[in-house]
């Protein structure tokens, strides 16, 4: 197995997640890219979308929606901050349904796409 890479998955508020994995992908404004041990070091700009981590001791993918932020990869180090991020588990799918609908009827794209993330996250863990 390829050496482990470390991940700290990170709102404004809290760290979301963090430990090692062997592979994680997120959305950034260039399309979903994936990172494995020895990336070369980069810096994207992350759109809303879901991040997936896939813990380096095996076990369940960790999914989570994230907003707008950033990802730095430098040294089998991966940085992903966002203004906010959620797990899977911590998603109530009536409540995004809501706030998508609120977004629709209010016209604003930004809070579409975050909602819409959200959903993409419910739907991949039912």
Request: net charge negative; no cysteine.
């Amino acid at each position: 197995m390829a050496d482990p890479i470390q991940i700290e998955l990170v709102a404004a508020d809290r760290v979301v997640w963090s430990g090692q994995a062997r592979e994680v992908i997120a959305r950034t404004v260039e399309g979903d890219l994936g990172v494995l041990a020895g990336h070369a070091p980069l810096l994207s700009l992350l759109v809303p979308g879901v991040v997936e981590i896939f813990p380096y001791e095996g076990g369940d993918v960790v999914r989570a929606a994230v907003e707008e932020g950033f990802l730095s990869v430098a040294d089998n180090h991966v940085s992903i901050l966002s203004e906010d991020a959620f797990l899977a588990s911590e998603v109530d799918a009536a409540a995004v349904k809501a706030e998508l609908e609120s977004a629709k009827a209010d016209e604003d794209d930004a809070a579409v796409r975050r909602a819409e993330a959200k959903l993409r996250l419910v739907d991949k863990t039912s």
